[in-house]
């Protein structure tokens, strides 16, 4: 697009520039400057609304104006990408010779030549700011230089594959990236009080249907647009890592719960306190004493008005997180409970932990309903199915367990193999996600 919106500038595989009225569609202009039937790469149109520049495979960097054309040979073989810099004065460039160049359009000559080592750079991007450049290579890195000076490389970010798309976001923080497996990497600094701060790091990736020919992001930088090989345009939303708010515990925090409105966060820590969070504000509602040694479990009943805990003491609590209070201790097992969850109905409380077994209790007077037994090693994770007619429970022996909450019986097992962490049903309750203590996540059929 020109810098006005009014018209649209192409370049195609048969080498010629075609510059279009963007509302009538009708053709304004044509430019046959680049070899025939030689394929046009990359165009751009520059701030002065009168330029074009454009680069393609017959190694020729040529800028156009309506009387006049200027062709300047940069790389000495097809030039893969180019972008302007400096207000349209230079053009920062990527070859098949491995180079990346800064030519400067005036003169001709090269400004500066980015080190690349030993990589082949296809693409190029620069920050809006104008402070950093990347270039993406074949190899599946990007190089990531202050634009001031390209002999010393700031970052090199890797992926899964060649590179074959980049895009800077407005807001000069996030790096799209885009690669011949069809995925697209989003890298964005490191999270407020990380330290030391880290500028690019990887934030999130997604998969497309097709080849990325070209990245772009929205203007509000929270989502990126893509075109694909197979004719199909798509808009990707994508999880913003800007730091909303921090709660400060006295410890390391072993387990947090949300209500469905987003007004309350509960948490529990190894200093012993369940507390009570204002999301808005970042403030403490309540601090909630009464556990002895860290608290490793917290869960909210179904009106979210009261939560349950657990933790090192084997005791079991429950807590009023309106009035900040705590309501009772509902019982006490001689072994450490890591996990608790509460049944859909809000009528019982399934609690989980170093004995090896699965505890179910009334919710109200404590009273235990059943123990099931069966697995070998400590259990980490019970949750119940969306309905509460199951309930899972995984554990450090990678033995997945799914019982009937009416009787208590055993209704399968699955041997996952590894060390278990947690596991969760998905909110219809066809699918579970398992987390393991070797870093590996899998998502698999409820059943299988």
């Given at each position: 697009?020109?810098?006005?919106?009014?018209?649209?500038?192409?370049?195609?595989?048969?080498?010629?520039?075609?510059?279009?009225?963007?509302?009538?569609?009708?053709?304004?202009?044509?430019?046959?400057?680049?070899?025939?039937?030689?394929?046009?790469?990359?165009?751009?149109?520059?701030?002065?609304?009168?330029?074009?520049?454009?680069?393609?495979?017959?190694?020729?960097?040529?800028?156009?104006?309506?009387?006049?054309?200027?062709?300047?040979?940069?790389?000495?073989?097809?030039?893969?990408?180019?972008?302007?810099?400096?207000?349209?004065?230079?053009?920062?460039?990527?070859?098949?010779?491995?180079?990346?160049?800064?030519?400067?359009?005036?003169?001709?000559?090269?400004?500066?030549?980015?080190?690349?080592?030993e990589q082949k750079p296809v693409v190029v991007a620069v920050r809006p700011d104008a402070q950093r450049i990347a270039a993406g290579c074949e190899a599946g890195e990007v190089l990531v230089w202050n634009a001031n000076d390209g002999t010393k490389t700031l970052h090199v970010l890797n992926v899964d594959a060649?590179?074959?798309?980049?895009?800077?976001?407005?807001?000069?923080?996030?790096?799209?990236?885009?690669?011949?497996?069809?995925?697209?990497?989003?890298?964005?600094?490191?999270?407020?009080?990380?330290?030391?701060?880290?500028?690019?790091?990887?934030?999130?990736?997604?998969?497309?249907?097709?080849?990325?020919?070209?990245?772009?992001?929205?203007?509000?930088?929270?989502?990126?647009?893509?075109?694909?090989?197979?004719?199909?345009?798509?808009?990707?939303?994508?999880?913003?890592?800007?730091?909303?708010?921090?709660?400060?515990?006295?410890?390391?925090?072993?387990?947090?719960?949300?209500?469905?409105?987003?007004?309350?966060?509960?948490?529990?820590?190894?200093?012993?306190?369940?507390?009570?969070?204002?999301?808005?504000?970042?403030?403490?509602?309540?601090?909630?004493?009464?556990?002895?040694?860290?608290?490793?479990?917290?869960?909210?009943?179904?009106?979210?008005?009261?939560?349950v805990s657990s933790g090192a003491d084997g005791t079991l609590r429950l807590w009023d997180i309106v009035g900040g209070r705590q309501l009772k201790q509902l019982i006490t097992y001689d072994a450490t409970m890591y996990s608790i969850a509460v049944h859909p109905q809000g009528s019982l409380i399934a609690a989980?932990?170093?004995?090896?077994?699965?505890?179910?209790?009334?919710?109200?007077?404590?009273?235990?309903?059943?123990?099931?037994?069966?697995?070998?090693?400590?259990?980490?994770?019970?949750?119940f199915s969306p309905d509460g007619s199951q309930l899972m429970s995984y554990g450090y022996a990678g033995q997945l367990k799914f019982w009937n909450t009416a009787d208590g019986k055993l209704l399968r097992e699955n041997r996952i193999g590894r060390i278990g962490n947690t596991a969760q049903f998905s909110p219809?309750?066809?699918?579970?996600?398992?987390?393991?203590?070797?870093?590996?996540?899998?998502?698999?059929?409820?059943?299988?």
């Open positions: 697009m020109s810098p006005e919106s009014t018209r649209v500038v192409t370049g195609c595989a048969d080498g010629i520039l075609r510059l279009w009225d963007a509302t009538t569609g009708q053709l304004l202009e044509s430019f046959a400057d680049h070899t025939a039937d030689t394929a046009i790469q990359c165009v751009r149109c520059l701030s002065d609304g009168q330029t074009i520049v454009s680069s393609g495979d017959d190694k020729w960097l040529i800028a156009h104006r309506t009387t006049v054309s200027r062709a300047i040979v940069v790389h000495t073989g097809a030039t893969r990408s180019m972008v302007a810099y400096n207000g349209g004065v230079q053009v920062i460039s990527a070859g098949d010779d491995a180079k990346v160049v800064m030519t400067n359009l005036a003169t001709g000559n090269k400004d500066r030549e980015f080190t690349v080592g060649a590179v074959t798309a980049m895009a800077w976001s407005p807001d000069n923080r996030k790096l799209a990236v885009s690669t011949a497996k069809n995925m697209i990497h989003i890298f964005a600094p490191s999270v407020q009080g990380v330290q030391p701060p880290v500028e690019l790091i990887p934030h999130q990736q997604f998969t497309v249907a097709s080849p990325v020919n070209r990245l772009l992001f929205a203007a509000d930088s929270r989502s990126v647009w893509t075109a694909l090989a197979d004719g199909q345009i798509e808009e990707w939303a994508y999880a913003g890592l800007e730091q909303r708010r921090q709660f400060n515990h006295g410890g390391p925090v072993y387990g947090v719960a949300v209500t469905h409105d987003g007004a309350t966060v509960v948490s529990c820590s190894t200093d012993q306190t369940v507390r009570v969070w204002d999301p808005l504000t970042g403030q403490q509602k309540f601090q909630l004493n009464g556990h002895i040694g860290a608290i490793h479990a917290v869960a909210l009943s179904p009106d979210e008005t009261f939560a989980a932990g170093a004995d090896r077994k699965v505890h179910l209790l009334d919710m109200i007077t404590g009273t235990e309903q059943q123990a099931m037994t069966g697995h070998s090693d400590y259990l980490h994770s019970v949750t219809g309750g066809k699918q579970i996600v398992i987390a393991n203590g070797d870093g590996t996540a899998s998502i698999v059929p409820n059943g299988s």
